[in-house]
């Protein structure tokens, strides 16, 4: 049975493992979400009432949460390319990469993202400040923590990867990365540039103006 995936093309933990999926050319069937899919958004809040897209179903096996999906098909849909390293030292550096991207890049941008849809009157300047502060002390780590060139732990391509190119992506729209921080610049080029990230930036480009905070125009 082939793996049923429900999410939203403009989402960047549906970015994740959808980058995962084509690294390792897994087939899977597409179950998008929205206010004009009513059977998917039926059936996906049955399978997972906590509401937070991606979900995939592999038979029985019902997973959330991006970071534990790629721990799954690393573990059940092996391909090629092997997204948590074999290496134990190598695999823990790539899973704490993955967490500060998420928790510290892109959960920081979303702050500003959902300071937008805020009723009016409602608004949380503080809170806003404070994520842009985070997001710039995530930004000056990343800039000495990566390495000078190739991927975000060295020469394999890992789930810390899948996690960095949507967090970079729209990190960068809300606050850019700062000139002067030229390595996290170009890693953020570089995966813009590899055919799994590509793949889903054009997938996503018809549900840009839909951006809270209006998409800039380039990437």
């Known amino acids: 049975m082939t793996i049923q995936f429900f999410g939203h093309p403009f989402s960047s933990y549906c970015w994740k493992v959808l980058i995962a999926l084509h690294e390792n050319a897994t087939a899977f069937d597409w179950r998008p979400l929205g206010p004009d899919q009513p059977g998917n958004n039926a059936e996906f809040a049955r399978l997972w009432p906590l509401g937070k897209f991606p979900l995939i179903v592999d038979g029985d096996a019902v997973v959330g949460e991006s970071s534990a999906i790629i721990e799954y098909l690393h573990a059940f849909h092996p391909g090629p390319a092997k997204l948590i390293p074999d290496d134990p030292r190598q695999a823990v550096q790539a899973r704490m990469l993955d967490r500060v991207f998420d928790n510290f890049v892109i959960n920081a941008m979303n702050v500003s993202v959902a300071n937008k849809l805020r009723p009016e009157g409602q608004a949380d300047a503080y809170g806003v400040a404070q994520s842009r502060e985070a ?13 000078a060139g190739d991927w975000a732990i060295g020469a394999p391509f890992t789930i810390a990867d899948c996690a960095a190119a949507p967090s970079l992506f729209y990190a960068d729209w809300v606050e850019q990365i700062p000139e002067a921080l030229t390595r996290l610049r170009a890693y953020r080029a570089r995966l813009l540039a590899r055919p799994s990230v590509a793949r889903v930036v054009d997938a996503a480009r018809p549900y840009r103006p839909y951006f809270p905070l209006g998409a800039p125009d380039r990437d």
């Not at 997001?135 to 390495?147: G, V």
């Open 135 to 147: 997001l710039h002390a995530a930004y000056r780590w990343l800039e000495i923590a990566l390495p």
